[in-house]
């Protein structure tokens, strides 16, 4: 089993719709995850932190379910602006290592 | 801001050739990393270091090996390229173990 794994997409949604995905790991150990956001041909960034039940920023939320081994995001009120993939990420054991699911790629649309 | 420096944004090399991939970071961040991304692969982990002259292995260190001599830079060496490793290659780097990475810009290498 990956240690990351994500819907790749790609999910197609209309201006001001809400999208949501779930990004699932196999490490039940893991206490910290990350959504990240990568642009077409260009670096990911660091989207959000999630270390309890969830986290929220303006439009986004993300949300943990630790029994169940996913994380989730969702985006309220799309923008063209949100169009991306968006990286799951969690860290491998207790090093500096980060696992990164292969991405969920977002298209809003006009 | 950090800023992460990836010291070309294209590359193509010829099979067998040594290529070296530099990267340098501005704000004393212990750890540096080097990944490579590939459609539906995702990144995956190359090599990182925790302090000047020390290296880890990550997942996929076949062919490759790197070198940290000052802390700011963190250097990628492909001994002999193959096609295989056309890639897109991304360094990061982060102050406190996986923490605030802060990824370069990427080099985008293709091996003829």
């Known amino acids: 089993r990956k240690e990351v794994e994500q819907d790749p997409g790609p999910f197609n949604v209309p201006e001001g719709a809400t999208v949501a995905f779930n990004c699932t790991y196999s490490?039940?150990?893991?206490?910290?995850f990350f959504w990240y956001r990568q642009d077409c041909r260009k670096e990911p960034k660091l989207l959000m932190s999630v270390y309890s039940s969830g986290n929220e920023d303006g439009r986004f939320t993300a949300q943990l379910n630790r029994a169940s081994q996913y994380i989730s995001l969702l985006i309220r009120d799309s923008k063209l602006s949100d169009s991306a993939t968006y990286l799951c990420v969690v860290p491998i054991s207790n090093d500096y290592k980060l696992s990164f699911g292969a991405g969920t790629t977002v298209t809003v649309r006009a | 801001d950090v800023k992460v420096t990836q010291s070309s944004r294209y590359l193509v090399k010829r099979t067998g050739e040594k290529v070296f991939l530099e990267c340098v970071q501005d704000?004393?961040?212990?750890?540096m990393f080097w990944y490579r991304q590939d459609p539906g692969l995702g990144l995956r982990l190359i090599y990182f270091?925790?302090?000047?002259?020390?290296?880890e292995k990550g997942d996929i260190p076949e062919g490759y090996s790197v070198s940290r001599e000052k802390k700011e830079r963190f250097s990628l060496i492909l001994e002999s390229a193959s096609t295989n490793q056309t890639s897109m290659y991304l360094c990061?780097?982060?102050?406190?173990?996986?923490?605030?990475?802060?990824f370069g810009s990427g080099t985008r290498l293709t091996v003829v």
């Open positions: 270091s925790y302090d000047v002259k020390m290296k």
């Open positions: 490490n039940s150990a893991s206490q910290s």
């Open positions: 990061a780097s982060s102050l406190e173990g996986f923490y605030g990475y802060t």
């Open positions: 704000m004393d961040h212990e750890n």
